[in-house]
């Protein structure tokens, strides 16, 4: 889940989209090029990141350097300014180079074996769809899609087409997290009883950035760090919810014209588990909480790249310092998926995975709407 890029309006985004249709001239800096021709040869996957903002070019590409299982074949990009750039620090060939105009002919380049969608949410459906046709597999940043039924296109046309859909929960190969998914999965403490998960942050006031223009984010603050809270609440309880109860809050108007600034919500969940949730662009929390019958965990930061750590506790005692992991979070989510490619086995966070958090946040919205506990559909 990207962390806020270099915000644009959606008249910028398009313009910089049509800035990078053209011939391409420039040659890649030779020695990366030979490395990633090595790589390949090496039994890696090449993978083609679609979008180069701040997400992909601080955290996803330095990653993939760091990679066993797959490396940074090619880009895909309306910047024009990007693509020598990026040919030289990467070694991308010529040929692994595209523009939004011609994404589609990827079908024909055999060096690229995944596409990893990382534009605004409201391109998430298309270019998953596109690039399945195109036969390659998927990988898309999180929020999944504008909406569940949204989400569900993506799935059958991944399905249709004979590959594989991932979504970027990277907190999925932490191993700090991990531990609470243990815990729910083997309930040494006894049955879980209750969850509060904490995600956001203090937006900027550029009012012209995508994360505030409703036709490319689709929401607000649920839309990005409400994610990781519904996330949180699932697999710290190891159950899918049946049902919400969503309230939301504006102090500022003007910026959270569009969208939402603050969402907290409660989840209802088959065993009698119940969570509590926050998200906002207004604040900054960080924090996931487990109430078991024996006993407690905890993990704050809850969700940055670095520095996950916490506590376990045995009823009021402290049992276990979880420690801060020295992971690379996103290395190790394109190498699972890559693996899973090769193997021919599922993800662990397939399309399915953000299908469940889409249905909650079109709950979570229907609740906001209308008032009142939801039903999830």
């Not at 249709?160 to 243990?182: A, Q, W």
């Not at 550029?206 to 809270?229: C, I």
């Not at 801060?324 to 699972?336: A, E, K, L, S, W």
Request: with cysteine.
């Amino acid at each position: 889940m990207p962390t806020p890029i270099d915000p644009s309006s959606r008249r910028d985004f398009v313009t910089r989209l049509s800035t990078g249709l053209g011939a391409l001239s420039f040659t890649p800096f030779l020695p990366r090029a030979l490395a990633q021709s090595s790589a390949k040869k090496q039994g890696k996957l090449g993978i083609a990141l679609v979008g180069l903002g701040n997400y992909a070019g601080k955290q996803l590409a330095p990653a993939l350097e760091q990679a066993s299982d797959c490396y940074l074949a090619g880009i895909v990009t309306g910047t024009k300014e990007k693509e020598g750039v990026w040919a030289e620090k990467y070694g991308i060939k010529k040929a692994n180079i595209y523009n939004y105009r011609n994404f589609d002919r990827i079908s024909e380049n055999d060096d690229i074996d995944i596409v990893y969608v990382v534009l605004p949410n409201s391109m998430h459906a298309e270019y998953t769809i596109r690039a399945a046709k195109a036969g390659k597999h998927v990988i898309c940043e999180k929020p999944m899609a504008m909406n569940a039924a949204e989400a569900r296109t993506m799935i059958d046309a991944c399905e249709r087409n004979g590959v594989m859909l991932s979504i970027g929960y990277r907190l999925h190969f932490d191993p700090n997290t991990r531990e609470l998914m243990k815990l729910a999965e083997e309930k040494p403490y006894g049955a879980i009883k209750y969850v509060q998960s904490e995600a956001s942050f203090i937006m900027g006031n550029n009012l012209k950035a995508w994360r505030l223009n409703r036709a490319l984010a689709g929401g607000g603050a649920m839309m990005d760090m409400g994610v990781y809270s519904i996330q949180a609440a699932r697999y710290c309880v190891g159950e899918e919810p049946i049902a919400v109860t969503a309230q939301e809050y504006k102090t500022d108007l003007r910026k959270f014209k569009e969208v939402d600034e603050t969402i907290t919500w409660q989840m209802e969940f088959p065993s009698g588990a119940y969570s509590n949730s926050t998200t906002s662009y207004n604040m900054r929390t960080n924090r996931i909480y487990v109430s078991y019958e024996r006993g407690a965990a905890s993990l704050e930061p809850a969700t940055k790249y670095t520095g996950i750590k916490g506590f376990v506790f045995k009823g009021q005692n402290v049992e276990r310092t979880l420690e801060v992991q020295p992971i690379n979070q996103q290395q190790r989510q394109m190498d699972g998926f890559a693996r899973s490619v090769k193997a021919g086995t599922p993800s662990i966070v397939s399309g399915e995975e953000g299908l469940a958090d889409m249905k909650v946040i079109d709950a979570i919205y229907r609740s906001i709407a209308n008032g009142g506990r939801r039903e999830l559909i």
